[in-house]
């Protein structure tokens, strides 16, 4: 695996790590909670009169599976993002490098994560383990 995916951060290194065999899925998980991920997100306007902007959201892109459960999207850098998005109108222009543990406490529970769709090295979360990694954030704060 590691001729097609080549890592580029401590984090790649890891996940890669984790997908071998070599450090064990809780290792991994604590380190991506030490880690910062790149968000992919879209600026929707609202309203406006004129240029004055009234109200900005900025939307987290999100998939839904077969089942209809939601996945936040998240990558292992920005460079990662940039042919997944394409498919995405709006999503192109950018997103946010932040902290896990922001998004943890941001985003909420009852959705999955899915880190790095589209490469052979990634991993998706199910709602029930984001919701774990939340509680455990949540008391360690």
Same mark, same amino acid.
Request: without cysteine; proline residues 7%.
């Given at each position: &695996?590691? $001729? %097609?995916?080549?890592?580029?951060? $401590? @984090?790649?290194? #890891? @996940?890669? %790590? +984790? !997908?071998? /065999?070599?450090i064990s899925g809780e290792n991994f998980m604590r380190i991506l909670t030490e #880690? !910062?991920?790149? &968000?992919?997100?879209? %600026? +929707? !306007? %609202?309203? #406006?009169? /004129? $240029?004055i902007q009234l109200d900005n959201k900025a939307k987290p892109l999100s998939i839904q599976d077969d089942n209809g459960v939601e996945f936040l999207v998240l990558f292992t850098s920005p460079e990662r993002a940039v042919e997944f998005v394409k498919n995405f109108p709006g999503y192109e222009g950018g997103g946010l490098l932040t902290e896990f543990?922001?998004? @943890?406490?941001? +985003? /909420?529970?009852?959705? /999955?994560?899915? @880190? $790095?769709?589209?490469?052979?090295v990634g991993i998706d979360l199910e709602p029930e383990a984001v919701q774990q990694l939340t509680e455990a954030d949540s008391r360690s704060a």
């Open positions: &695996m590691r $001729n %097609e995916f080549e890592p580029r951060n $401590n @984090l790649e290194e #890891s @996940l890669l %790590e +984790a !997908q071998e /065999g070599r #880690s !910062q991920v790149y &968000m992919p997100v879209h %600026e +929707a !306007q %609202e309203k #406006s009169i /004129g $240029n543990t922001w998004i @943890l406490e941001k +985003a /909420g529970i009852g959705f /999955g994560i899915s @880190l $790095n769709p589209g490469w052979p």
